[in-house]
């Protein structure tokens, strides 16, 4: 050996512990993970966490589970002891959520750590506390069956970590967010979550009655999990292939946010974060959402554990699955499916936003203003009998006697003034019948539980769409020949981009030619468009084009191309409908799946409950 040459030595335990709690133990969030997951493990029926500085000052996770003894504590703090894996375990038959034995060591190393349990049956509990990787010995305690695991000060031993925190609201937001994603996978569990303050989380265990549905008992963790907004507005998934199982709850696509945070999907019970998941979900909604929102799932993918790896990473939320194209299509279809069968169903959160704005400032519904009336009227301190109150209401409400046919006639509809007329059960459909058109763009529709207001581009764009979509499945779109060919002017490179997609255009329906430089003449147009601006059309195509890149077939941006085309086929806001024509629309619609949103995800119609109405004028 060389003279100054570095000798290899075997680094302490403490140490070594340090090195791995790196991967293991990332930020408190991480921690909270491994201790709940241990609890889950250990057959507990209630989970209590409390937190305190964002969890780097104190975590403590309190469970009912089996407990442990004395010789079990002992070795549950040593690295690689776990009860999860039998000696002659097969790693591609994993469980249990936890099974690599490197938590509680390597939180043990970089904080100070405490144990107490007690097995079921047992008389006595014990307690065992780790100090950067300092054991200590194990001791008689006081606890009720089951382990309460508490760690302060974490990363003390390794102050370097502790600059790379953030701010303790921040990571506490982390650690709610983690356990939400265990309490949706396990709703026979109990979840809470406090800081010390309050209760940040709380989720009962579901009864056994509704734990015999699993969707239903989803349905129910979810709501109080994600908030009622999302169980009012989700469909059911539920398929399954060639072994594999993919079932939860998808929000309709008018239901969305601004970022993927609440997309919740889970492998075989375990949260996870797969880029290939992710991708599946964003491809479902594409059809429905503009790209800078994003869909609220809650999906969970049961398959064997032999087909898919969770052993990538010592923090065990990215796995690889053996059929990775299998489980893509799964998400892709069985998401599409469930919405399909959504049919015109929009989000209720529409309705609410609406609501919320004629409100005042704030959101929340306020007694109305009492006027400033002159002293003895009922504003000035005096208030009306309750008879004279009642005798107010009765004259402002409907009128039982009045003639038949009397609202319709005080009604004028339409540009030629006429009466509303239609079938009488018109009212009674899901968007009921058309009353009046507003601003030349908006449909005014009544139905038995209150109105409907649809946005008539909106809608007709999603219906224009969807026929379009049909087509190509049966075969192509049928072409209309234009009586005068229409040459539209670009430059030369966006001519050069349309006449290199010529072909592909063709199959949507777009005949084009070249027409010397920097030109293209349209001969043909898709026959459902009807009355189209040709040159308005292909512009836009090229404009999508030079975006897309040349190297992107156009067959792969389908839906993108046939969106514009919708679009440019529909009817145009500020054009005059009649009854007939409305009422036509309202009943496409109904028949229409996804008719709810158009198809850069905005809503085609909101919905508002008589009852809504009439709290808005302090009715109710």
């Given at each position: 050996?060389?003279?100054?040459?570095?000798?290899?030595?075997?680094?302490?335990?403490?140490?070594?512990?340090?090195?791995?709690?790196?991967?293991?133990?990332?930020?408190?969030?991480?921690?909270?993970k491994?201790?709940?997951?241990?609890a889950?493990?250990?057959?507990?029926?209630?989970?209590?966490?409390?937190?305190?500085?964002?969890?780097?000052?104190?975590?403590?996770?309190?469970?009912d589970?089996?407990?442990?003894?004395?010789?079990?504590?002992?070795?549950?703090?040593?690295?690689?002891?776990?009860?999860?894996?039998?000696?002659d375990?097969?790693l591609?038959?994993?469980r249990?959520?936890?099974?690599?034995?490197?938590?509680?060591?390597?939180?043990?190393?970089?904080?100070?750590?405490?144990?107490?349990?007690?097995?079921?049956?047992?008389?006595?509990?014990?307690?065992?506390?780790?100090?950067?990787?300092?054991?200590?010995?194990v001791?008689?305690?006081?606890?009720?069956?089951?382990?309460?695991?508490?760690?302060?000060?974490?990363?003390?031993?390794?102050?370097?970590?502790?600059?790379?925190?953030?701010?303790?609201?921040?990571?506490?937001?982390?650690?709610?967010?983690?356990?939400?994603?265990?309490?949706?996978?396990?709703?026979?569990?109990?979840?809470?979550?406090?800081?010390?303050?309050?209760?940040?989380?709380?989720?009962?265990?579901?009864?056994?009655?509704?734990?015999?549905?699993?969707?239903?008992?989803?349905?129910?963790?979810?709501?109080a999990?994600?908030?009622?907004?999302?169980?009012?507005?989700?469909?059911?998934?539920?398929?399954e292939?060639?072994?594999?199982?993919?079932?939860?709850?998808?929000?309709?696509?008018?239901?969305?946010?601004?970022?993927?945070?609440?997309?919740?999907?889970?492998?075989?019970?375990?949260?996870?974060?797969?880029?290939?998941?992710h991708?599946?979900v964003?491809?479902?909604?594409?059809?429905?959402?503009?790209?800078?929102?994003?869909?609220?799932?809650?999906?969970?993918?049961?398959?064997?554990?032999?087909?898919?790896?969770?052993?990538?990473?010592?923090?065990?939320?990215?796995?690889?699955?053996?059929?990775?194209?299998?489980?893509?299509?799964?998400?892709?279809?069985?998401?599409?499916?469930?919405?399909a069968?959504?049919?015109?169903?929009?989000?209720?959160?529409?309705?609410?936003?609406?609501?919320?704005?004629?409100?005042?400032?704030?959101?929340?519904?306020?007694?109305?203003?009492?006027?400033?009336?002159?002293?003895?009227?009922?504003?000035?301190?005096?208030?009306?009998?309750?008879?004279?109150l009642?005798?107010?209401?009765?004259?402002?409400?409907?009128d039982?006697?009045?003639?038949?046919?009397?609202?319709?006639a005080?009604?004028?509809?339409?540009?030629?003034?006429?009466?509303?007329?239609?079938?009488?059960?018109?009212?009674?459909?899901?968007?009921?019948?058309?009353?009046?058109?507003?601003?030349?763009?908006y449909?005014?529709?009544?139905?038995?539980?209150?109105?409907?207001?649809?946005?008539?581009?909106?809608?007709h764009?999603?219906l224009?769409?969807?026929?379009?979509?049909?087509?190509?499945?049966?075969?192509?779109?049928?072409?209309?020949?234009?009586?005068?060919?229409?040459?539209?002017?670009?430059?030369?490179?966006?001519?050069?981009?349309?006449?290199?997609?010529?072909?592909?255009?063709?199959?949507?329906?777009?005949?084009?030619?070249?027409?010397?430089?920097?030109?293209?003449?349209?001969?043909?147009?898709?026959?459902?468009?009807?009355?189209?601006?040709?040159?308005?059309?292909?512009?836009?195509?090229?404009?999508?084009?030079?975006?897309?890149?040349?190297?992107?077939?156009?067959?792969?941006?389908?839906a993108?191309?046939?969106?514009?085309?919708?679009?440019?086929g529909?009817?145009?806001a500020?054009?005059?409908?009649?009854?007939?024509?409305?009422?036509?629309?309202?009943?496409?619609m109904?028949?229409?799946?996804?008719?709810?949103?158009?198809?850069?995800g905005?809503?085609?119609?909101?919905?508002?409950?008589?009852?809504?109405?009439?709290?808005?004028?302090?009715?109710?």
């Open positions: 050996m060389r003279d100054g040459a570095a000798t290899i030595r075997a680094l302490p335990p403490t140490l070594v512990n340090r090195i791995a709690a790196g991967e293991v133990v990332e930020r408190p969030a991480s921690a909270v491994e201790l709940v997951e241990n889950i493990d250990a057959g507990a029926a209630r989970i209590d966490v409390t937190l305190g500085d964002g969890g780097r000052g104190l975590i403590v996770v309190v469970d589970g089996r407990g442990m003894g004395p010789d079990d504590l002992a070795l549950a703090v040593e690295r690689h002891c776990t009860s999860k894996l039998a000696l375990a097969d591609t038959d994993i249990t959520l936890g099974f690599r034995g490197e938590a509680l060591p390597s939180i043990g190393s970089v904080a100070r750590l405490s144990l107490t349990s007690r097995a079921a049956g047992a008389d006595a509990a014990w307690r065992i506390a780790v100090d950067a990787g300092v054991v200590g010995p001791e008689p305690a006081a606890h009720p069956p089951g382990t309460r695991v508490e760690v302060r000060d974490l990363f003390h031993a390794t102050p370097a970590r502790l600059k790379f925190l953030k701010a303790p609201r921040t990571e506490q937001g982390h650690a709610v967010d983690m356990v939400k994603r265990l309490a949706m996978a396990h709703p026979e569990v109990a979840f809470s979550l406090t800081d010390g303050t309050r209760t940040v989380l709380r989720a009962p265990a579901l009864s056994g009655d509704l734990l015999g549905d699993v969707h239903e008992a989803r349905r129910a963790r979810l709501g999990v994600l908030g009622r907004d999302f169980a009012e507005n989700c469909v059911t998934v539920d398929v292939r060639e072994g594999t199982r993919l079932s939860g709850h998808v929000g309709l696509p008018t239901f969305h946010k601004g970022t993927s945070q609440e997309q919740y999907l889970f492998v075989n019970g375990r949260p996870v974060r797969d880029r290939l998941l991708g599946a964003r491809g479902a909604y594409q059809d429905f959402l503009a790209r800078d929102r994003h869909p609220v799932v809650a999906l969970y993918l049961d398959l064997d554990p032999a087909a898919v790896d969770v052993n990538v990473h010592p923090a065990k939320a990215e796995v690889r699955f053996r059929d990775a194209a299998l489980v893509r299509g799964l998400i892709v279809s069985g998401i599409r499916h469930a919405l069968e959504a049919g015109h169903r929009a989000s209720t959160t529409v309705a609410a936003g609406v609501l919320g704005r004629a409100r005042p400032e704030g959101g929340e519904e306020r007694p109305a203003p009492r006027l400033a009336l002159p002293q003895g009227c009922w504003g000035g301190g005096l208030r009306p009998a309750s008879d004279t009642e005798t107010a209401r009765a004259w402002q409400a409907p039982p006697d009045a003639p038949p046919g009397f609202a319709e005080t009604a004028p509809f339409g540009a030629e003034g006429a009466p509303a007329s239609g079938p009488p059960d018109d009212a009674d459909r899901p968007l009921g019948r058309a009353r009046a058109q507003v601003h030349s763009t449909i005014v529709a009544e139905t038995a539980e209150g109105l409907v207001i649809v946005d008539q581009h909106a809608a764009e999603r224009v769409y969807e026929r379009m979509k049909a087509a190509l499945a049966n075969g192509g779109i049928a072409r209309q020949g234009l009586l005068l060919p229409e040459v539209v002017e670009l430059d030369e490179g966006a001519a050069d981009r349309l006449l290199a997609r010529a072909d592909d255009l063709a199959e949507l329906g777009l005949v084009i030619e070249g027409f010397g430089p920097g030109a293209v003449v349209v001969r043909e147009v898709p026959a459902l468009l009807g009355q189209v601006n040709a040159a308005g059309l292909v512009r836009d195509l090229a404009d999508e084009l030079a975006e897309w890149g040349q190297t992107l077939a156009l067959k792969d941006r389908l993108d191309v046939c969106g514009t085309m919708a679009c440019h529909s009817v145009r500020g054009r005059r409908l009649n009854e007939a024509e409305m009422n036509a629309l309202l009943r496409q109904e028949a229409t799946p996804h008719s709810g949103q158009c198809n850069h905005r809503p085609t119609y909101v919905e508002l409950r008589l009852a809504d109405i009439e709290r808005l004028f302090g009715r109710r």
